[in-house]
């Protein structure tokens, strides 16, 4: 099996952000991405340094050393890292990643990420997230859950029901977080499941979470394009990623009648103009470990996927996949950001030019969050809800925070995503305002 990597891209200029104790970010790094949008958002509300150089800053981290005795004996030794980002609308809320490439940059960007989004959809939490540098398909399940279950014991100061509540991310899934939920309440000394969400549902999981992000993902576009008209079962659609986001919502984008034409993850991609059978391809994915092979689909790049001819993108792999080589052949009418921080400020630049709307992600993948809230909502009230409530809540919660976002954007003259932004930010900020600051 061959790996098809995303190309690396230039350095573009630094965003001017006036934070002197902002952390220094790489120039085309997510945190740059997510500083330059702060500042954009930041000057449209007109809040001064004083303000931003709050929003900018990280509330608390911890980086922590997390060894593993190998299954054959050899100890190894990963960096893990928990950022919360604000805390003052509630706990912290964030997923839990293992990548190759984590490092304190990455987590802070995407717990900042995760305190926009919560606001936008009215969450009462915060934003955090936390990382081990670790590929995770090099070790055995036994290995995965005494990384999990060391990384927990470090970081266990740091959260909490009320404090700090993960979920999974990339590399990570229902089984990390029933691990994480056991070492946190082994350590309590009682069973505390609000502790985590994602969790399987013999643990208090909640119906509906596996496939909450992706069905989040498809509401929103299909807002969009009511908006526009444009109904649902008329549109073409690519999906690059093929995760526990990406694979469901090609499955949902499918079952609503849209066609899916496109796919990949990171070992390629496929391509079928007359619709992929999404059904039969996650059988093929879950005998293989990949989408490459599907016998009904031609073999396509991970880069040619973003410049199809599609009504409909969905990045929902890695950051920074939209950048300023890339963006420029993105020929979709609409991007919706499954991945969190696929589009960085230059390709943004680019994409609004080209006249393609894009449904950020702090908007386009919040269904995750908003029954990651219903779940810890059922575990503290320790009574669980039908799934039709589930899917009625989230679909209603996704649908109105559309509508405020693009009424926003359309009053202010904004894109969707600078729209989103000032709504997250101003909840946070009036939180700051409306608390005070202490002593
Ligand atoms: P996952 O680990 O389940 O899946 C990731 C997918 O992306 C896999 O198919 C993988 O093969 C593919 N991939 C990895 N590197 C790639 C590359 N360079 N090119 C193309 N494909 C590549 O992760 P996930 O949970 O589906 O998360 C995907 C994205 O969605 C991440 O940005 C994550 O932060 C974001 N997100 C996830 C959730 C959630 O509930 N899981 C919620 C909100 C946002």
Request: net charge negative; glycine share 10%; aromatic share 6%.
């Amino acid at each position: 099996m061959t790996t098809t990597s995303i190309p690396d891209s230039p350095q573009p200029t630094p965003p001017e952000t006036d934070l002197p104790d902002a952390p220094a970010p790489r120039n085309s790094s997510p945190l740059a991405t997510a500083h330059s949008q702060l500042a954009t958002a930041v000057e449209v509300l007109g809040y001064d340094s004083g303000q931003h150089q709050m929003l900018a800053t990280p509330r608390r981290e911890i980086h922590v050393a997390v060894p593993l005795r190998r299954d054959d004996g050899e100890t190894v030794l990963f960096h893990g890292f928990r950022v919360q980002h604000n805390i003052s609308r509630g706990p912290g809320k964030g997923g839990l990643r293992y990548a190759p490439g984590v490092d304190i940059d990455e987590v802070r960007a995407l717990a900042m990420w995760m305190t926009w989004k919560c606001g936008i959809v009215d969450l009462p939490y915060g934003g955090a997230k936390g990382g081990v540098a670790i590929d995770p398909r090099d070790y055995s399940t036994a290995e995965l859950e005494r990384v999990t279950r060391r990384y927990t014991s470090e970081i266990m100061p740091m959260i909490g029901p009320d404090t700090d509540v993960m979920a999974p991310d990339m590399g990570t899934d229902e089984q990390t977080m029933a691990w994480v939920m056991d070492t946190y309440s082994v350590n309590r000394g009682y069973t505390i499941p609000a502790v985590v969400t994602g969790k399987p549902l013999a643990v208090g999981g909640s119906r509906g979470r596996g496939t909450a992000t992706s069905a989040g993902i498809v509401h929103v576009t299909a807002a969009a394009l009511e908006e526009a008209g444009v109904p649902l079962t008329d549109v073409t659609v690519a999906v690059q990623g093929f995760g526990k986001v990406g694979s469901h919502a090609a499955a949902i984008f499918a079952e609503r009648g849209a066609k899916v034409v496109a796919v990949s993850d990171q070992y390629g991609g496929l391509r079928n103009d007359t619709g992929i059978d999404v059904k039969r391809l996650l059988e093929h994915l879950a005998a293989t470990g990949s989408v490459v092979g599907f016998d009904d689909a031609e073999p396509l790049s991970n880069v040619d996927l973003l410049g199809l001819e599609v009504d409909v993108l969905v990045p929902a792999a890695v950051e920074g996949v939209l950048d300023e080589q890339t963006a420029g052949r993105v020929r979709a009418r609409w991007v919706v950001e499954g991945a969190n921080g696929p589009t960085t400020t230059a390709g943004d630049a680019i994409l609004a030019r080209n006249g393609v709307t894009v449904v950020p992600d702090v908007l386009a993948n919040a269904g995750g969050v908003v029954v990651s809230y219903f779940e810890w909502v059922q575990a503290n009230q320790t009574y669980w809800w039908a799934e039709h409530e589930i899917a009625e809540r989230l679909e209603h919660r996704m649908t109105s925070a559309y509508g405020d976002v693009s009424a926003l954007a359309r009053r202010q003259d904004l894109s969707l995503r600078d729209a989103a932004l000032v709504i997250g930010i101003q909840r946070t900020a009036e939180a700051h305002r409306i608390r005070g600051l202490y002593p």
